[in-house]
């Protein structure tokens, strides 16, 4: 086991994460043409991804975090460390604790083993929306947001130019509850957390970006 392994790892996690919801600005506008010569531009940023499908991309990102704790362990055998420090940096975080927990409950349908997070996690219904964006380094969203249309030929009521924006995200929104039906966690924030949670517990064992 190297380093090299981890790192991949730590790239096909971001892969996951930034194909889980289209970018803001790439989501084609819809123009309408009516029989009177105007016409109306609109933006649908619900998409039309059915709710089996929003699970699927949820759980693949789950999937990809989860994959990264075995090879660490393999890591710190294969340095003569202890490979115990995995699982006490996942308790210790309750995001990741989280992620763990709900990626096992989606592979096994069931936890067989004590919950790394102290509950039962279940993740709710997912949709797919548009928010301020969010940074794990703080803890944070945006204070503010804006999104501008792309520029429209008036003539023609062609879209000439893409959208912008700044402040904000399409991502991935669903709750997380625990076995009595407590909300615990918002999927959209305990993703990203446990992201930069791995990232830093890997760097403090000497493994770059």
Not at 68 to 86: F, H, M, Q, S, W
Not at 123 to 136: A, F, K, N, R
Not at 139 to 158: H, L, N, R
Not at 180 to 202: C, M, Y
């Amino acid at each position: 086991m190297t380093e090299e392994v981890i790192k991949h790892r730590l790239n096909r996690i971001y892969v996951a994460f930034e194909a889980r919801a289209p970018k803001l600005e790439d989501i084609a506008p819809r123009v309408d043409h009516h029989s009177d010569g105007s016409w109306t531009m609109t933006h649908d940023l619900g998409t039309n991804r059915s709710q089996a499908a929003l699970e699927v991309a949820a759980n693949a990102i789950l999937t990809e975090i989860i994959g990264i704790e075995d090879r660490t362990r393999n890591l710190l055998d294969a340095r003569g460390d202890d490979r115990n420090k995995v699982t006490q940096f996942i308790k210790s975080q309750f995001s990741v604790a989280l992620v763990h927990d709900l990626s096992n409950t989606d592979k096994h349908d069931v936890l067989t083993r004590q919950p790394l997070s102290g509950c039962r996690p279940i993740l709710g219904e997912v949709s797919q929306g548009l928010t301020l964006q969010y940074d794990p380094a703080t803890g944070s969203y945006a204070s503010s947001g804006e999104f501008i249309g792309g520029a429209v030929d008036t003539w023609t009521g062609q879209v000439v130019s893409k959208p912008t924006s700044t402040g904000l995200e399409m991502t991935l929104c669903a709750d997380v509850f625990d076995e009595n039906g407590s909300k615990v966690g918002e999927f959209q924030r305990i993703v990203p957390d446990t992201i930069h949670a791995w990232e830093t517990f890997l760097t403090s064992l000497g493994v770059a970006k």
